[in-house]
């Protein structure tokens, strides 16, 4: 998985997506009427956008396996950086040139989908393709709009408590465990504390989706309503009581803050530094710490300490097809073998990620030898997926400059609740 300093989830350049989707709306095309021809065997040549180079080897292999099967379907990577990736995506699409098959966060997949941009995948499920059963239904669900699927499973990722066993040791604190509350973890980073020799008990990233979005889920709250067009941080009072929670761990010193973590995040520089003594931390990032430890980083993982109930943010990236493509058939059977057991134990046995297929953890978890990754794969049970609204995720990058305005003391703590609020509502509203 990606172990940049970037929230996974979240589009930075959300107002490309909009204007990508807004393009394809108004050129009258829906996404019901995207068909095509299966592939007939013909050669072709088709492309794959990917934004990770850490991840280009991993995929040649799954290329080179589909190619065996496939040998008259040449399929060509385009790499494109994350900060150019979704400029370039959306330009591609309202051009016409865009890549066959791509990568796709879900906080997109409504946006592209709505705007008939993508292919709807539902005939690769079922009798003679992907069994919806080898896949959690939450990632399922990531890629799924209006009662059609629209991306082929690649991998998924849950969050869980990374944690310094020297600083523990120093502290003479026992590890933590399945047992943890909110109450205990709160407890136990302002022992680790140690402001003279410059330790934080705790490393909150700025990031919703490893840091205070699995907080909110916790405390049973959400983000958006039902209907995913307003904020209800503040009227359900649960979500804003959780952000609070977080904030007074930046308050109290107990966490960098954000003047910090913009030059040194906590995931990247603070914790593999030894400066920080937990971190709630991506599967994503297991691969990482784990290869440090023989250069003497004593790294550890438990779950995620628990509120009102046990809860963590799953992700996952989707294998999808654009609905221009001049090779649709060929591009769908790429995004059927990418979702099959041949590609998916590739996504673990050469470090990609956790697959998303059922079964296949063990290839992912057997290269971590030093670490419990397994609490990983279990806190699937007990993930949640984000909250993906039709108009595009311009709405998380307005949320997250609010809740950091509150880590660095900008917003009083009382207030944050209603200034998120009222901040994400003024940018649905703009983006509708």
């Given at each position: 998985?990606?172990?940049?300093?970037?929230?996974?989830?979240?589009?930075?350049?959300?107002?490309?997506?909009?204007?990508?989707?807004?393009?394809?709306?108004?050129?009258?095309?829906?996404?019901?009427?995207?068909?095509?021809?299966?592939?007939?065997?013909?050669?072709?040549?088709?492309?794959?956008?990917?934004?990770?180079?850490?991840?280009?080897?991993?995929?040649?292999?799954?290329?080179?396996?589909?190619?065996?099967?496939?040998?008259?379907?040449?399929?060509?990577?385009?790499?494109?950086?994350?900060?150019?990736?979704?400029?370039?995506?959306?330009?591609?699409?309202?051009?016409?040139?865009?890549?066959?098959?791509?990568?796709?966060?879900?906080?997109?997949?409504?946006?592209?989908?709505?705007?008939?941009?993508?292919?709807?995948?539902?005939?690769?499920?079922?009798?003679?393709?992907?069994?919806?059963?080898?896949?959690?239904?939450?990632?399922?669900?990531?890629?799924?709009?209006?009662?059609?699927?629209?991306?082929?499973?690649?991998?998924?990722?849950?969050?869980?408590?990374?944690?310094?066993?020297?600083?523990?040791?120093?502290?003479?604190?026992?590890?933590?465990?399945?047992?943890?509350?909110?109450?205990?973890?709160?407890?136990?980073?302002?022992?680790?504390?140690?402001?003279?020799?410059?330790?934080?008990?705790?490393?909150?990233?700025?990031?919703?989706?490893?840091?205070?979005?699995?907080?909110?889920?916790?405390?049973?709250?959400?983000?958006?309503?039902?209907?995913?067009?307003?904020?209800?941080?503040?009227?359900?009072?649960?979500?804003?009581?959780?952000?609070?929670?977080?904030?007074?761990?930046?308050?109290?010193?107990?966490?960098?803050?954000?003047?910090?973590?913009?030059?040194?995040?906590?995931?990247?520089?603070?914790?593999?530094?030894?400066?920080?003594?937990?971190?709630?931390?991506?599967?994503?990032?297991a691969k990482t710490y784990h290869d440090l430890i023989e250069s003497g980083f004593n790294v550890g993982v438990a779950p995620l300490p628990q509120g009102k109930k046990r809860a963590t943010v799953i992700h996952g990236l989707g294998n999808v097809v654009w609905s221009g493509s001049k090779n649709i058939g060929a591009a769908v059977e790429f995004a059927k073998f990418l979702g099959?057991?041949?590609?998916?134990?590739?996504?673990?046995?050469?470090?990609?990620?956790?697959?998303?297929?059922?079964?296949?953890?063990?290839?992912?978890?057997?290269?971590?030898?030093?670490?419990?990754?397994?609490?990983?794969?279990?806190?699937?049970?007990?993930?949640?997926?984000?909250?993906?609204?039709?108009?595009?995720?311009?709405?998380?990058?307005?949320?997250?400059?609010?809740?950091?305005?509150?880590?660095?003391?900008?917003?009083?703590?009382?207030?944050?609740?209603?200034?998120?609020?009222?901040?994400?509502?003024?940018?649905?509203?703009?983006?509708?």
């Amino acid at each position: 998985m990606v172990s940049h300093k970037f929230d996974r989830r979240t589009l930075m350049q959300a107002s490309a997506a909009g204007a990508a989707a807004a393009m394809f709306a108004k050129s009258g095309f829906a996404q019901d009427e995207v068909t095509f021809e299966p592939y007939d065997g013909e050669e072709v040549t088709i492309s794959y956008g990917i934004w990770d180079s850490a991840q280009q080897a991993g995929v040649e292999e799954q290329i080179a396996a589909f190619k065996a099967v496939q040998p008259n379907i040449t399929v060509e990577i385009q790499l494109t950086p994350w900060s150019d990736y979704w400029t370039k995506l959306q330009t591609a699409v309202s051009g016409g040139e865009a890549f066959d098959v791509f990568w796709l966060n879900s906080a997109n997949c409504p946006v592209y989908a709505s705007a008939g941009a993508l292919v709807p995948l539902d005939s690769i499920f079922g009798e003679g393709g992907l069994d919806p059963a080898n896949y959690p239904e939450q990632i399922l669900d990531l890629y799924s709009f209006e009662g059609h699927r629209y991306g082929s499973p690649r991998e998924y990722d849950t969050i869980a408590l990374f944690y310094n066993k020297d600083i523990f040791d120093a502290a003479g604190e026992a590890y933590p465990d399945d047992t943890w509350d909110w109450a205990k973890f709160r407890e136990v980073a302002e022992k680790l504390t140690d402001e003279a020799n410059g330790i934080y008990g705790v490393g909150l990233h700025l990031s919703g989706q490893e840091n205070y979005s699995n907080f909110v889920l916790q405390n049973e709250g959400r983000y958006l309503n039902d209907a995913l067009d307003a904020c209800v941080v503040a009227d359900e009072v649960v979500a804003g009581e959780a952000l609070q929670w977080v904030t007074q761990f930046y308050l109290d010193g107990l966490t960098p803050g954000p003047d910090v973590q913009q030059s040194n995040p906590a995931p990247d520089s603070l914790f593999p530094g030894g400066v920080v003594g937990m971190l709630p931390g991506g599967s994503f990032r297991a691969k990482t710490y784990h290869d440090l430890i023989e250069s003497g980083f004593n790294v550890g993982v438990a779950p995620l300490p628990q509120g009102k109930k046990r809860a963590t943010v799953i992700h996952g990236l989707g294998n999808v097809v654009w609905s221009g493509s001049k090779n649709i058939g060929a591009a769908v059977e790429f995004a059927k073998f990418l979702g099959g057991e041949e590609a998916e134990r590739l996504i673990g046995t050469t470090g990609i990620g956790l697959p998303a297929f059922k079964g296949l953890e063990y290839t992912w978890t057997d290269g971590l030898t030093e670490l419990d990754a397994q609490v990983f794969v279990d806190a699937s049970e007990y993930g949640v997926i984000p909250q993906d609204p039709i108009f595009g995720p311009a709405w998380q990058g307005t949320l997250g400059e609010e809740v950091q305005k509150g880590f660095a003391g900008e917003t009083e703590l009382d207030a944050i609740p209603q200034t998120v609020q009222d901040a994400v509502n003024a940018t649905i509203a703009d983006s509708q």
